[in-house]
Every structure is written in structure tokens, then in C-alpha cells.
């Protein structure tokens, strides 16, 4: 196989008749595959079985779970999270059972009521949000949903392009905060490193209100090597006298059940006791008897990072598979570059220029559903529409495989008409 | 006994001396009693038990309840809240663990974004909110909460007092909603009559965007006679060309665990749909593992209702109880009337007023705690100073009788007190 940049115009042309067959041929298998999103699969959940029976309705300090009352959480479940953020126990507020739910209702709650008693709320004013990209499509949804402009910043290897971001945050007051996955990175799997920590708690910011929204959604969710470590955020936050910059998030969605894990928030004392104000009025208090489900299940870190393995032995290979593919498909043709995660949910790939889009719609049509080309981006434009999000934890190996296959060959053919087209132009 | 308003002042101050030594009889004993909120019983909570244990994690449709996905509730489960609140299924959204959550979010949507596409947002306008009293604190606390001004109306016997209610709604567009308990009141315990809910349903209002909050949170919880039932609210509506008036809300908080429950809403299908919208950017779906819990408990309607007869098995002779204490003590010396409702939580003690928060603080001093005084009634101020608030659900029978004793014989010195007070100006 050579690099597609090296064919002859009369070679490219012979390729594309060529790959009509091996079309063909996945157009006659019917398939039928899903990679959409990242869920865990089957095999994950049934990690998690055991919180299907419960021998009790008490915790450790004697409360009946059961009944009302308890606006944070129970004080094992604080800390637990406390573990898991490296945050004070007393600075977590547990909630149900989505984290975005909690991101939404503190960006709700500014909008209604601005980030403190000295705050004006943001609603009636044009806010802006930065939104590095690729990132998480539902982040860039709560924002815009909220009537927030997204704001695109580059994603690198390291975090967001900070140089531009800093600039962009100095002199717009309306900038008003920005989205981080800062460990394995949805969808890049890149990890924030300890510099653009330290420079996201320290900038210079125009707006006296800016706030970063620090979602940990893979706080533990490795699958290679290690477990990667992200410098902690409301420290870093303190360290630089910024101490109420940042909101920070968990969840154990993809540690037990997708649907009905639990959720926290963490942020700073002035924070949090600004959040319960408001959430002493809109709850009565989370469901604490899935709290003590799931603390029978993770009595503590060191049990909850034993169970994370059992997800890691489930997520590697399939990883490793996608990895695989893609290299015997995509190297040496040199059409395509694309991430080796370490954690998290997705591989994201990277094709040439305005191939994305083409690829993801002839994949469809050989019935291999793939995440919306651009929805990585804001208002679901990619500018280059070149990055494709791959989350292949939810199907087996085989459809993996097949799935993959599918993709690189619609990826081949994208490239091939792209080339075509500028031909003919 | 002689109606206290009978006797003479030098009879009513003996009386006053008497009753210091049944009073010092009941501080010797050192009680600590919680009589404040309407939480279950623990042998309430037992009867739910079986939500601890489950056998499967897929719904009759085949779902997978442990993933993500699924906004609005699993079929069966809108299905049974469509016979509890009358609604068709597809008007339903099922939420989290808290049914005044979702009416939290259902005003905080209003104010962020209006009720409609074509209405305006209600934050940084004035807004004023109906208050019926004495009525449920935590409604009063949310609307407050946003910012909303509360406007106090009579509760009567057969509901809201809808002369004066009609009248200020026509006049004053700046009152955009009421909340409403239309059975088994929250204190009071009446039911709404059929009259009232078609005038609610009909009435001019001089705002557009009036919003009905109808929280049937006592559906389906009688304990005394047959359940009582209430002419349904969106078909009123509906009848009376308001079709998008009314929010409805429910929940099995207090049919299964009360802070583990499931809750729903139920609108017009505008209203559905335009909540839906922004529900989607707020959360991935409600925890469907604990609505199949729940569907296990409750597969229809009349299992549902077998299950309510023994909560009221264990309900109705705890209020038979308060009403035969409240008779034995306070009937003859007539200072004080009560209600004897037939479901609900809570049985409402008025006083002479200027009474009640006396009688309150007495109680306290003697290890009784009550409701707080003026808890029913917008910003914590009963007008008059006579509503007391009995909540028998949680206390043992002995334990009932007990601080309904200890709150008579307050109320007995708080009413004297006030006499010589009184007599001393």
C-alpha cells in the first residue's frame, strides 16, 4: 500500500472503482451496528449486579435511608467522593443520578441568580462559553441551551490552546466560564497537564465571575498502563487566590449502572454554601438508599479502583482492536491520524479536510451508525469537518471489528471522491 | 369543663396556677418528640421492602434498564402514572426521586425561558405567585426562592376562595400562577370541589402565561372511608379552551420509600413538549432501575391500591387518635377548632388568635416539637397566629398521645396567657 498522496490521478480512479466492491460486499451483510455513544456494555454492568439486592436500609450512622430528609448526601458518600475529586467532604454536595443534571442546574442557577450574593445574574446578559473542541457534544448543549454562545477554543495534547485562551478571557467580560474533561478527555483521551492546570486557576480573567466547569467524568476509568493523575483543580484554584473559579463534578455512571449511579458536585465553601441555598428549595435531598447501594458496592477507594480493573480487562481489547484496525487500514495510506487512549470512552479520529461528514454518511448507509460528524463541536459544526468520534465500548469485538472495517473503507472512498471532486472543480 | 370564654377572670387565673403543675409533670419527664414533618412511619416504609431486592434489569419492552437512555420514563411506568393522575401516558414525563424538584424546575424554566416559545421569560419581571393558606411551606419556599412575590388567598373547605381569587387574577397580570393541593390538603385536608376546579380551570386571568401548580402529591392516599376523588384538572382545562393552564405533578413518596420514590409530570402536550426541550439538554433520562423497582411493587392500579389500604391501616388510627386527644381536651372549653380529614398527613389545629406560636414555643420548652408557627402561610406569617400543623404519620400511638396532650395543655395556658395579657393592657 502506498500513501494516497503518492497515487497517480489514474491510480486514485482505478482505487475507487476497486473499493466498489469490497462496498458491495458490506452492503450485502445488511449490518446493522451502533457506535454512537459511549455506554458500557453488558459485560460492565453485570460488574455492578450486586446493586440489584441490598441487605439493608441504614448507614453507618444509623440513618433509615428510606424516609425523607438529608439535603447532600450521606456523610459515607461525601466521603467517598472526596476521594475521588481530592476535594474536603465538607465541599461536596452528592446528587442523583446524573452529573450533567448537576452541571445544568449550577449554570441554571447563575443564569437566575448569578455564582454568588455579589453577582449579577447572567440571564438578559449576552454570555459566551468557551467550548475546546473536540470536546463533550452535551456540555456545548447545557451552555447553548441556556442561550450561552459557544465560544471554540483548539484542543491540544495537553489541554486547551492556552496562549489564545488567555487572551480571549482578558479582554471579553462576557466570557463567562469554559468546559473541561481534564482527564481522558472526551473524545481525545488527552490528559490536562499540570502547566494548563495551574494557568486555567491563575489567568487573568475580565469577567469578576468566570467559572471553570471541571468535569471529572473518568476520574478512574482507565484501561492501559496506570491510572493517569490530573492536578486538582479548587487547589489550584486557591493556590492562585481565584478559590471560587472552579465547579467540579463526579459520577459513578460508568463505574456501576449507566442510568442510575450517583452524582456530586464539589467546589468551594463560599460555593457550596451558595448552591445549598438554592437546592434547599428545589429538593428535598437525593435518593439516599441508591447511595447506600452503591456504597455497599465501593466501601471504600481501594474496592472501587479493584472494580474499575474489572472494567479496564472489559474496555482494553476493544480499544486496542479499534487501534489495531485502524493502523492496518489507515497507516500506510497516511490518510487519517488518530488517538491511543489511555482511559475514558472514545477514540477520536482525524481525517483529511471536509472528509468527516462523508465518511460518517456512507458508514451509515452500510448500516454502521456513528456520533454525528461536528457534534464534538459547537452548534455541531467541525471547521475542518475532518474528526470522527469513535466509542466502541458498548459492542462486542466482532462488531468492533466490522464496525471499524466499514469506517475505514467509507474513509478511503470519502478521501478518494474529496479528491475527485477538487479535480473536477 | 365550661367554655373557657365562661368562666370568670378570677376563675381562668386559678386555672392558669392549676395547670402549672400538669405542666411541670411533663417537663420532669423530659419528653423528645418530633411532630414537625410528614414523613412515613418506619412500619410505612417496611411495607415497601421488596424494593430492595430485585430480580431483573429489563423492562416488558426488553430494555436494559442499567444504561443510559430514555428521557421521559420507561412505558409501564408512565402508564401507571396515567391512571394515578388521569392523564394520557404520552403527556406524562417521569422524573427523579422528587416530585417538588420537578416543579422547582418546571418555574425556574419559566423564568429562564417563559412558559411557551411565544411567551416572554419571567425573570426580571415582577411576579407574583397564588399562595393558598394555610398551605404547603415548600411550595411557598420555591416560588419565593425565584423571586416571586406571594400573594396570600383563604383556603375554605371546598378550596381556594375563589370571589377574591378571581378578582385579583382578572386585575393583575403580573400574577402568573397559584399552587394547589387539590386532595386531602396539605394542612387542611379538604378536597377541591368540582365547582372550584372548573372555576380555576375557566377564570380569566389577565396574565397569558397563568400556570395552575396542581400537586396531586396525596392522590392516592386516604385512610379513612373510600378514596375521595377530584375532577381531573388538564381535561377541565382543556374543556374551558385553557388547554396549556395546568402543571401536574405526583409521586410514590409516600406509597414506597419517601426519598426514594418515583415522580411525574403531566401537561398539555404543548407543555410537554416544550419542556422536553430543555429536559433533554438537563438530563440523560431518569433512574430507570428504580422505576422497575417500583413497577414490581406497583404493576397496576389495583395492586397500587391494595398497597395504599395498608398504609392506611396504619395511618388512620394515628389521626383517630390526634381527633380524640384534641376532643377529650379541647372540645368542651371551646378554644379551638380542627379538621378530621380522611387522607393526607397532617390534621390543622386553629387556635384562638394569637395563640398558636405561644402554644408552639410551650411545647418546644416541654421536648415537643411542632411545625413551625406560620409554616402554612407565605413567608412563615400566619396573619392570625392561630394554625397549628399536626403531623401523626412518623410517632408511635403512645408517643401521639402524648404530645397531643403536652400541645393541649399549651394551648390551653397560650389562650389564657393571652387573656391576662390582654386584661393587663
Known sequence: MTAYTKLSDTEKEQLLTELRQPYDAFAAQQLNLDMTRGKPSTQQLDLANDLLTMDGFTDSAGTDCRNY??????????????????????????????????????????????????????????????????????HFTVSQSLGFESVHVEMTDSGPDMDPLETL?????????????????????????????????????????????????????YFRGELDSVKEILAACATAANPDRAYVFASTSKMSFAGSGVSAFASSANNVSFAKKYISAQSIGPDKVNQLRHLALFPDLTILRDHMRKHAVLLGPKFARVDQILHEELAEIDIARWTKPRGGYFTSLDLNTGSAKRTIELSAKLGVKLTAAGAPFPNGVDPQDCNIRIAPSFPELADIETAIRVLCLCAKLATLEAWRSKLNQ
Chains 1, 2 share one sequence.
Open 69 to 138: 430528609g438529608g439535603l447532600d448526601g450521606l456523610p459515607a458518600m461525601k466521603a467517598l467522593f472526596s476521594e475521588i475529586i481530592e476535594a474536603p467532604a465538607e465541599n461536596i454536595i452528592v446528587g442523583g443520578n446524573s452529573s450533567l443534571t448537576l452541571m445544568y442546574d449550577t449554570l441554571a442557577r447563575a443564569s437566575l441568580f448569578g455564582v454568588s450574593e455579589e453577582a449579577s445574574p447572567w440571564h438578559g446578559q449576552a454570555i459566551k462559553f468557551l467550548c475546546p473542541s473536540p470536546g463533550y457534544d452535551r
Open 169 to 221: 478571557v482578558a479582554q471579553d467580560a462576557s466570557i463567562k466560564g469554559i468546559w473541561c474533561v481534564p482527564k481522558y478527555s472526551n473524545p481525545t483521551g488527552i490528559r490536562y497537564t499540570d502547566e494548563v492546570v495551574d494557568r486555567l486557576a491563575s489567568m487573568k480573567t475580565a469577567a469578576d465571575d468566570f467559572r471553570i466547569m471541571w468535569d471529572n467524568a473518568y476520574a478512574e476509568h
